[in-house]
């Protein structure tokens, strides 16, 4: 009898573990998608609230998008993208007890307070921070976007003169890069990605048949005059990991997309707000000297890393996969309200 019932626990055993495998990706596939869901409502949210107060923003009626984006009126209450990352070192020693959504969120621009739900928490490291263990870096804690963390170019002086407090990290910026294709790898899979920058907030435009339709002085006139604003937000999963697509149907568990920063090529390098931060790599040494992944938006791209199937027959050399990954989108159009004067009316309304 006592035998039957140690045969009966190992078989058991066995069987669970066959099943948990299966459970768990049900679980965190519902978990990632339910976020995801919730993330697609939210920045559809904020491209109705930013592309509806811009368009009630007072701003010339030759201005285009971008340059209304750096208007001081719309930074202050529409969108500006130095609210993207906030410094939470910086936070703490003002108020020590502080609340980040009470706190912090409502002195945010509209838009930026529909997005501050989606921030995720990140550490980078900076060589003007001393620490004890090495006089030669340190770590900055942040609360920001996700996507890739730039160092902000130093370019010509901000002249909009807006004060912002001083956990506000404007020396970085936020920026998404989309993949394009990815490169043949080892076994076939796809290991280097081709990348597009593209900014948080843009304009929906074409420079072929409608170049920028929030400008009056466009020559559509059935596509002028109008806000056309786009929110990119990347949705990477900390529980799913990323396979070369081999079609409906065919296995691809040979195939990983391998997480390979060094290997990325950006197919417009002069979209980029900034320069890529080299501090921050896939896999780095912790304060124990273990070497470990930096995560799932980890890397100078954002394009995270993940420990599963790690083994050299899968990915060469072994150093992790990308997560899975798409970038989702929203939009909203809306009509300018723009006063301009004409040669029969001081002032006109053009819907």
Same mark, same amino acid.
Not at 308 to 331: C, F, K, N, Q, W
């Given at each position: ?16 573990? !066959? &099943? ?10 519902? /978990?990632? %998608?339910? /976020? ?34 750096? +208007?001081? &009126? ?17 936070? =703490?020693? =003002?108020?020590?007890?502080?609340? %980040? ?12 307070? +529909? ?20 006089? #030669? ?15 902000? @170019? ?26 394009? =294709? ?6 076939? $899979?796809?290991?280097?990605?081709? /990348? ?11 420079? #072929? ?17 109008? &806000? ?7 949705? +990477?999963?900390?529980?799913?990991? @990323?396979?070369?697509?081999? $079609? ?13 920063? #060094? ?13 890529? !931060? ?12 273990? @070497? ?14 993940? $420990? ?10 072994? /150093? ?13 159009? %809306?009509?300018?309200? &723009? %006063?301009?004067?004409?040669?029969? @009316? ?6």
């Amino acid at each position: 009898m006592r035998s039957r019932c140690h045969k009966r626990s190992g078989q058991a055993l066995v069987e669970f573990g !066959l &099943v948990a495998l299966v459970l768990y990706m049900l679980v965190g596939g519902a /978990i990632t %998608f339910g /976020i995801w869901i919730y993330a697609a409502g939210q920045i559809q949210q904020a491209a109705n609230v930013g592309a509806r107060e811009l368009s009630q923003t007072p701003l010339p009626f030759d201005e285009t998008f971008e340059g209304a984006l750096n +208007q001081e &009126v719309v930074r202050k209450r529409v969108y500006d993208d130095r609210w993207l990352v906030i410094d939470l070192d910086e936070l =703490e020693e =003002e108020n020590p007890d502080y609340n %980040f959504f009470q706190d912090v969120v409502p002195r945010m621009p509209l838009l930026n307070q +529909q997005l501050a739900v989606l921030y995720i928490r990140d550490d980078v490291i900076d060589k003007r921070i001393p620490t004890l263990e090495d006089e #030669d870096r340190g770590y900055r804690r942040l609360m920001r976007y996700p996507g890739a963390l730039l160092n902000r @170019s130093e370019g010509e002086p901000d002249e909009a003169g807006i004060e912002y407090p001083d956990y506000v990290a404007d020396d970085y910026v936020v920026q998404i890069p989309l993949v394009v =294709e990815r490169k043949e790898g080892h076994n076939n $899979g796809g290991g280097a990605e081709q /990348i597009r920058w593209v900014s948080v907030v843009e304009e929906v435009d074409d420079p #072929d048949t409608n170049p920028e339709p929030f400008s009056l002085e466009n020559t559509n006139l059935d596509k002028r005059g109008v &806000v056309a604003l786009r929110v990119h937000y990347p949705a +990477q999963s900390t529980w799913l990991s @990323s396979y070369q697509d081999r $079609g409906a149907f065919v296995p691809n568990g040979g195939d990983p997309n391998v997480a390979n920063d #060094d290997a990325v090529e950006a197919i417009n390098p002069e979209a980029m707000k900034g320069s890529l !931060l080299d501090s921050k790599p896939l896999v780095f040494d912790n304060s124990l000297g273990e @070497s470990v992944y930096a995560g799932t938006y980890g890397g100078k791209y954002g394009l995270g890393i993940h $420990g599963a199937m790690t083994s050299p027959e899968l990915t060469g050399d072994a /150093i992790g996969i990308r997560p899975y990954r798409r970038v989702l989108v929203s939009h909203a159009i %809306f009509r300018r309200e &723009v %006063f301009t004067s004409n040669q029969n @009316s001081e002032e006109t309304l053009i819907p």
